[in-house]
Structures are given as C-alpha cells and as structure tokens.
C-alpha cells in the first residue's frame, strides 16, 4: 500500500494549487480518504475528508468553502482544490487513508496509511 502525493509548490497569496493522491496497492478496505498538513512547529491538522466510493465529504472550518476534496475511484485518485490561498496555508500537506469503519471524521489517529507529504508555500 503506497500513497503519494503531488501537485505542491509555491505560490502567491491569493493563489490556487491542486494536489493530487495516487493510491496503490490493496485498498479495497479504504473506507474514506483525507488531507493533513503540518507546519513547523506545529501539529499535524485535518483538513478534508472524503468517503471512498460516495460523495461525502467533510472539512476543517478554517478550510471550508477554499478547498475542495474529490476523488477518482477508477484511477484511485484523491485530489484537493486549494483556492484562495494565503501565508497561513503553507505547510506540507499529507493524503491518508482510513480503514475504519466506525468512525468519520479528521483525526490523525483515525487514519492508517500516509503519503510521504507535498510541500505547499504561499507567499
């Protein structure tokens, strides 16, 4: 099971970027997928999560209505739309997935696999 992340950068404030998951190996017990980032000296934040194989999808308030989580099953594809970024948003940002089936939500426990993160810088 390998996830890898891409897609990040820099950018300026005001900015957009699209990251991208791809997802390799068994993954049929993935029950949703998620973003994280971490910024230096800070602690890792759940941004967006999305069910695999559905439509739902939930956010962190202080990302909600600037980024968009969505998913291409066929390719085994996550992806998440950044819009409207600003300093605050720089970080490297991390895809997981979970095989939990009783909980939803944006928990970095709850999640069991990780990518090796994208580095994204607003400026």
């Known amino acids: 099971v390998q996830l890898v992340e891409s897609g990040g950068g820099s950018v300026q404030a005001g900015g957009s970027l699209r990251l991208s998951c791809q997802a390799s190996?068994?993954?049929?017990?993935?029950?949703?997928m998620g973003w994280f980032r971490q910024a230096p000296g800070k602690e890792r934040e759940g941004l967006a999560a999305?069910?695999?194989?559905?439509?739902?999808?939930i956010y962190a308030a202080s990302v909600k209505g600037r980024y968009t989580i969505s998913q291409d099953n066929t390719k085994k594809m996550v992806y998440l739309q950044m819009n409207n970024l600003s300093p605050e948003d720089t970080a490297i940002y991390y895809c997981?997935?979970?095989?939990?089936?009783?909980?939803?939500?944006?928990?970095?426990?709850?999640?069991?696999?990780w990518g090796q993160g994208t580095q994204v810088t607003v400026s």
């Open positions: 190996g068994y993954t049929r017990n993935w029950r949703y």
């Open positions: 997981a997935a979970s095989t939990r089936a009783a909980v939803w939500g944006l928990s970095s426990t709850d999640f069991d696999y």
């Open positions: 999305i069910l695999t194989g559905a439509t739902s999808t």
